[in-house]
């Protein structure tokens, strides 16, 4: 399966790599090295745990670049009055009558604890290319949807702070 980003987050993606490889490589070796020579190793927590570190972070880098890799690159670039990319949109939920605000984003930033709904969602797909007023029916499944009538649409720039989540 192909992960949906934008060129934005394979930019952020490619940057962290970089600093993976270039700073925090040199940092966690050094570590492995110093804990090393404390004597004993397989009584010597400090080494076991900086080989861990840097087996995780090595770990990391091969995440991201088979991320990379393997994307399907889509636009991030809607008309300003639809639902798109890095949008924020308030949705009234017509079951209960709340009103939740949600930002739509790739896959890999997806985050409902925060409200960063992947475009991979039902909500996401449902909502993506719709207008403010309309009526749209979220599918779950085959037997079971749900309306929403979205409510408001801000174009937000793309937040350097939000960061690509580790599986």
């Keep these: 399966m192909y992960d949906r980003l934008t060129q934005s987050d394979?930019?952020?993606?490619?940057?962290?790599?970089?600093?993976?490889?270039?700073?925090?490589?040199?940092?966690?070796?050094?570590?492995?090295?110093?804990?090393?020579?404390?004597?004993?190793?397989?009584?010597?927590?400090?080494?076991?745990?900086?080989?861990?570190?840097?087996n995780q972070n090595e770990s990391r880098i091969r995440y991201l670049e088979r991320m990379i890799k393997t994307a399907q690159i889509v636009e991030d670039t809607t008309k300003d009055d639809e639902v798109g990319m890095n949008n924020q949109v308030t949705v009234l939920f017509e079951e209960d009558g709340t009103m939740e605000t949600y930002k739509i984003v790739t896959t890999v930033r997806g985050d409902s604890l925060h409200n960063l709904i992947s475009i991979e969602s039902p909500l996401g797909k449902a909502l993506l290319r719709h207008k403010e007023g309309e009526r749209v029916e979220v599918k779950v499944n085959d037997t079971y949807s749900y309306y929403v009538v979205i409510q408001k649409i801000e174009n937000t720039k793309d937040d350097a702070d939000d960061r690509i989540r580790s599986y």
């Design 10 to 54: 394979i930019d952020k993606m490619q940057k962290e790599i970089e600093y993976r490889k270039i700073t925090l490589r040199k940092e966690l070796l050094e570590d492995v090295k110093e804990t090393r020579a404390h004597g004993d190793l397989s009584e010597n927590f400090e080494y076991h745990a900086a080989k861990k570190a840097k």
